[in-house]
């Protein structure tokens, strides 16, 4: 079993940077592919980003290409989501999820179905 919580949400302007940070309880968290996903009201879910295991791979929704980046720190059991120049677009319930099927050696999958377990997300409103 994975817990994750999110954190790091907020309001912000347009142009603005800000940090999630997923926490994942259980020490097998290191060994498997995590993401990020988010919902919009009214919307389906939407990938965001994914990182191997080792972070060695990363994939990123076509929307956020070049502004955020995902990173993780295996010994802290955390990952990261650092997003810049912030849209009014990007507003959304952003959520971190772990695929306990992958390592990500081979690659990381994008769609919601591949991962096992979620957070329960958190707020990010960007102000234009």
């Known amino acids: 079993q994975v817990q994750l919580v999110e954190s790091g949400g907020g309001l912000v302007q347009a142009g603005d940077s800000l940090r999630l940070s997923c926490a994942a309880s259980?020490?097998?968290?290191?060994?498997?592919?995590a993401g990020w996903f988010r919902q919009a009201p009214g919307k389906e879910r939407e990938f965001v980003a994914a990182i191997s295991w080792d972070g060695g791979s990363t994939r990123y929704g076509d929307s956020v290409k070049g502004r955020f980046t995902v990173s993780r720190d295996n010994a802290k059991n955390m990952m990261y989501l650092q997003m810049n120049s912030l849209k009014s677009e990007d507003t959304a319930v952003y959520y971190c999820a772990v695929d306990r099927k992958r390592s990500g050696r081979y690659g990381v999958p994008t769609t919601p179905g591949a991962f096992d377990y979620w957070g329960q997300g958190t707020q990010v409103t960007v102000s234009s």
């Open positions: 259980g020490r097998t968290f290191s060994s498997y592919v």
